[in-house]
C-alpha cells in the first residue's frame, strides 16, 4: 500500500500560500570548537543520521485528478547540498544581522518538488560562533514519524556518537497508472473520501479547515472559551508574505523562583511574563487597555493519551502528545503577582484533568525533542477558527544539560512557529540547560517594533521577581 498523507498532513500543502508558509524552524547558537565547525563537517553528520529520518529523503507525489491524497516517495535525485546550504553573516555578525537572516529565509515558501526541509549554516556570526537554521514542513510533522532532524544530529558529548552505515538505495517512484489503480482501490473501500479528495482539488481549504475544526473544536478548552470570539486585537490583521525575528534571553531559575513562592507551574510563570509584555506592548502603542482586556493565546501543552485518543486538539510523538488550549491573558491587570494568579487559575482546569505531563516527563520520552513538539503545537493550533484566539504561544521544555553537533556546543536555542492566517505574531519558548527561550515570528508590516515586544519580555520577568522578592 502507498505511504499516503493522512487528511491533515495533505491539508498543510492544500492550505498553504504566499502569505503563509507552513514550515516551522528553528535557531540554533553554537560555539565553535578549536578543531572547527564547518560546513563539511555540518553535511558529513546530517548525511550520516539521515537514515534516521527516512522522511528527509522523501517528496510528496501527487495524485493524477487529486483522485486520492498525495504519498511519500523516494526521491531518486535527492541533493543532500540543495537542503543543507551554507551562508554567512558580514562583519560585524550582530544579533541584528542574523534575525534578519531568519526572518528572509521563514519568508520563502519550501519547494514542494523536493523534500520538505532545508538547513543553513550561518558562518560569521560574533563571538566565534555559528548558528544553525533549520526549515521542516508541518506535513512532514505526522505524528507517526513526529522526529526533527535536530533531535538525530545533537549528542549529549563533544565525541558524535557513530551512526550505522547505510546504503541508501531509492524505491523505484510509482507509475501514473500505479498511482491510479492505488487511488482507485481506496475509493472502493471508502467511497466518501472521493468527495473530499476532489474538493481539496477544487481549493475548497475551507472545507478541510471545517472538517478538521469539527472533530477537535469542541475539546478545545476545558473552561468553554472556544464558543467565543477572542478579543479585538492589533495582534490580528492582514499579513504579507515577509516576516521579521526577534528573540528574548531569560534564566530558567528565575521562573522556578516565583513558582516556588507562588505555586503553579512554570508555565504559568512563563505565560505571565508574556501578558506582562503584551501588555506594556499595548500601551506603548496607544492602545486602550482597561482592567478587563485580554488577549487570547493558544497554547498546546503535551498530554497523556488516553484509552480514546488524544485529550484535546493535537497530535502524537513518541508516546506523548500535544493538546492544545484557550487561555484569556489578562493583559488589563496592573499588578504582576495578580495577574500570575489569574494566569494560574486558567491553567488549573488543564493540569487537574490529570493528562498534563510534566516537563521531565517529556523530556525522557522523547529526547531533545523542542523541535518536533513546536512544530506538533504549531499543527494543532492550525487546526482551529482563527477567530477564537489571537495568537499562538508554544512552549516547549528541553534538557537541562549541554547538547553537541559535530563538537560544536550548543549554547542557544530559539524557536520559530509558523504564522496563520491573519495572525501577526506566534510566539515560541524552548528551555534548555538553564535558559529560557524566546522566538517572536511577526509579520513584517503589522509589527514592525516586534524587537521592541522581545526586550519588554526581559523587562516582564524583571517586574515578576522584583514583586516576588519584594
Do not use: C
Amino acid at each position: 500500500m502507498p505511504d499516503r498523507l493522512s487528511a491533515l498532513d495533505a491539508s498543510f500543502l492544500y492550505l498553504e500560500d504566499s502569505t503563509t508558509p507552513m514550515h516551522v524552524g528553528g535557531v540554533a547558537v553554537f560555539r565553535r570548537p578549536r578543531s572547527g565547525f564547518d560546513y563539511d563537517r555540518l553535511v558529513g553528520l546530517i548525511e550520516q543520521r539521515l537514515g534516521l529520518v527516512p522522511r528527509y529523503r522523501q517528496r510528496v507525489t501527487q495524485v493524477p485528478g487529486r483522485l486520492a491524497r498525495p504519498v511519500w516517495t523516494d526521491d531518486p535525485e535527492f541533493d543532500i547540498t540543495y537542503h543543507v546550504r551554507r551562508s554567512a553573516l558580514p562583519k560585524p555578525g550582530s544579533e541584528a544581522q542574523l534575525h534578519e537572516l531568519v526572518a528572509r529565509l521563514m519568508s520563502r515558501p519550501l519547494d514542494h518538488t523536493r523534500p520538505l526541509w532545508e538547513v543553513y549554516l550561518v558562518e560569521g556570526l560574533a563571538k566565534n560562533r555559528a548558528a544553525v537554521i533549520t526549515k521542516t514542513h508541518q506535513a512532514m510533522v505526522d505524528g507517526a514519524a513526529a522526529i526533527d532532524l535536530t533531535q538525530v544530529i545533537l549528542d549529549v558529548s563533544p565525541s558524535p556518537r557513530q551512526a550505522g552505515e547505510e546504503l541508501w538505495m531509492p524505491q523505484p517512484e510509482p507509475s501514473t497508472a500505479q498511482l491510479v489503480l492505488d487511488a482507485m482501490a481506496e475509493i472502493v473501500q471508502r467511497p466518501g473520501e472521493l468527495v473530499e479528495n476532489m474538493r481539496a482539488a477544487a481549493l475548497d481549504a475551507a472545507a478541510t479547515v471545517r472538517k478538521v475544526t469539527d472533530a477537535v473544536g469542541g475539546l478545545a478548552s476545558a473552561v468553554g472559551t472556544a464558543y467565543r470570539p477572542a478579543p479585538g486585537s492589533p495582534l490580528n490583521a492582514r499579513i504579507g508574505t515577509q516576516r521579521r525575528y526577534a528573540v528574548a534571553r531569560t534564566q530558567l531559575e528565575d521562573y522556578r523562583a516565583v513558582r516556588r513562592r507562588h505555586g503553579g507551574t512554570v508555565n504559568d510563570v512563563i505565560l505571565t511574563v508574556l501578558t506582562g509584555a503584551l501588555r506594556t506592548w499595548l500601551l506603548s502603542r496607544g492602545e486602550a487597555v482597561t482592567s478587563s482586556t485580554t488577549i487570547r493565546a493558544m497554547v498546546p501543552l503535551s498530554v497523556r493519551e488516553t484509552e480514546g485518543g488524544v485529550n484535546g486538539a493535537g497530535s502524537s510523538v513518541g508516546g506523548n502528545a500535544v493538546s492544545s488550549y484557550l487561555v484569556d491573558l489578562p493583559v488589563g491587570e496592573p499588578n504582576a503577582v495578580v495577574r500570575l494568579h489569574h494566569v494560574s487559575h486558567a491553567m488549573r482546569a488543564h493540569q487537574e484533568s490529570g493528562q498534563s505531563v510534566a516537563a521531565d516527563a517529556i523530556v525522557r520520552l522523547s529526547g531533545f525533542a523542542p523541535p518536533t513538539l513546536h512544530a506538533l503545537g504549531a499543527r494543532a493550533a492550525s487546526s482551529f477558527s482563527r477567530r477564537i484566539f489571537n495568537l499562538v504561544v508554544t512552549n516547549v521544555p528541553g534538557p537541562q544539560l549541554p547538547l553537541y553537533a559535530a563538537g560544536a556546543r550548543m549554547m542557544e536555542m530559539f524557536p520559530v512557529v509558523p504564522l496563520a492566517m491573519n495572525q501577526a505574531l506566534s510566539i515560541g519558548v524552548t528551555s534548555y540547560d538553564g535558559g529560557v527561550y524566546f522566538g517572536l515570528n511577526a509579520d513584517r508590516d503589522a509589527m514592525s517594533d516586534v524587537d521592541v515586544l522581545a526586550s519588554m519580555v526581559e523587562e516582564s520577568l524583571e517586574e515578576l521577581v522584583g514583586a516576588v522578592s519584594a
